[in-house]
């Protein structure tokens, strides 16, 4: 028992090499995937928070617009809203309205009051909502029913995507 115990002689056993290769790689495997989804979330993110921004910026293009502004510069008017919103809304002068904010993008415009009484959806005649990614900001608004009567409202403005990643 004595030689047994005291060889200095090592023996190296191949499967303990095979072993702690294996531990290795799949450490690193697992490291790769934390990492890859850390970047594709934070991909994710930058992604929304510019096309935010961009919905952010034609809303308030939107708000500001001569089209749809009422008896002061500070003030939306319903009645040009309702010559924008529905089936009888003139083709020409909707894509116009859509033109002059944002040639190259897909978007649609929600308009209310506050208190959810007069809605307005206004989109352009060839865009489909269905089955679309969306990005959406929201500014508060001024709506001049008439010209007695104004409300707040919101105005809402909805990037419209088949596919984000695309």
């Known amino acids: ?15 303990n090499d095979i072993f702690a290769t294996a531990l290795l790689v799949l450490g690193f495997v697992v490291f790769a995937c934390v990492v890859s ?8 993110s930058a992604f929304a928070l510019e096309n935010y921004e961009q919905a952010s910026l034609i809303a308030q293009s939107i708000a500001h617009s001569q089209m749809l502004q009422g008896s002061r510069q500070d003030l ?41 009484e007069h809605i307005w959806h206004i989109h352009k005649p060839a865009s489909s909502s269905s089955s679309m990614g969306q990005i959406a900001a929201s500014i508060p ?26």
Do not use: C
Not at 4 to 14: C, G, H, M, Q, S
Not at 37 to 44: F, G, L, N, V
């Open 76 to 116: 939306i008017s319903a009645e040009k809203l309702d010559t924008l919103n529905g089936p009888q809304a003139d083709l020409h002068t909707l894509s116009l309205f859509f033109d002059s904010f944002s040639p190259n993008v897909n978007f649609q415009v929600d308009i209310s009051t506050e208190n959810g």
């Open 141 to 166: 608004v001024t709506l001049e029913l008439n010209p007695m009567q104004q409300v707040p409202g919101t105005l809402t403005v909805k990037l419209l995507k088949d596919r984000w990643n695309s």
């Open 1 to 15: 028992m004595y030689w047994f115990i005291n060889d200095d002689r090592a023996i190296l056993e191949p499967q």
């Open 37 to 44: 989804k850390t970047y594709i979330a934070h991909q994710d």
